[in-house]
Each structure stands twice: as structure tokens, then as C-alpha cells.
């Protein structure tokens, strides 16, 4: 990258499947923030990466695991993700989730 931040104004919702979507809202090489939007009863899959990640809920409520442990989640409520921790979700009340990587996931660039 040329050391610009990247300010997506009007950013593409992609849609994922299963009820799922994100919009990728700003990113430089350290940091990535991302709406992800989803139906009640959509989940996000568990599996890792090497980000470190913070999740908070802007909207609905979540079933948000990490390492085998689930709690519940709703709009403010926030948790973080160490990296290599295995997580995932279940939205138990339509919502969206701002998510935040460091550093930027390369994967959702292309």
C-alpha cells in the first residue's frame, strides 16, 4: 500500500451466503474496520486467522463463540479475538457487527 488510508465511502456490500454480507467501511496497513450485516439464524462459521479482531455490535443480538467458550452479545457490547483463536457466530436477533482486524485482512481485498 502507498501509506494512504482508504476511506470507502461507497464501499460494495458483498454478499457471503447463509444470510450474511460485509461492506469493508476503512483500512490501512494496520487496521481494517468491516460491517458485517446478518439475518436471524445466520452464522458465522467458526474458524481462525492470524488477525487479531474486535467485534462490536451495533445492532441485534449474538451467540459469539471463542476457544469453546460462547457468550451472549448485544447492541453495544463488544469482545476481542486473539489472534489464532478459534470463533465464530450466531445471530440470534437480526443485527450487524463492526469489525475491526490488525492488521488490514488482505483476503476480503480481493
Known amino acids: 500500500m502507498d501509506g494512504h488510508v482508504r476511506h470507502l465511502v461507497d464501499a460494495e456490500k458483498i454478499e457471503l451466503g447463509g444470510g450474511c454480507s460485509r461492506k469493508i467501511l476503512a483500512y490501512d496497513d494496520a487496521l481494517m474496520a468491516v460491517e458485517v450485516t446478518f439475518e436471524k439464524g445466520a452464522a458465522g462459521a467458526d474458524h481462525s486467522h492470524p488477525h487479531t479482531q474486535l467485534s462490536y455490535v451495533l445492532e441485534g443480538r449474538f451467540a459469539y463463540s471463542v476457544n469453546g467458550e460462547t457468550v451472549e452479545l448485544a ?36
Open 75 to 110: 447492541k453495544g457490547d463488544s469482545i476481542v479475538v486473539p489472534s489464532g483463536l478459534v470463533h465464530g457466530t450466531v445471530c440470534l436477533e437480526a443485527g450487524k457487527l463492526l469489525d475491526v482486524f490488525n492488521p488490514k485482512r488482505d483476503d476480503f481485498l480481493k
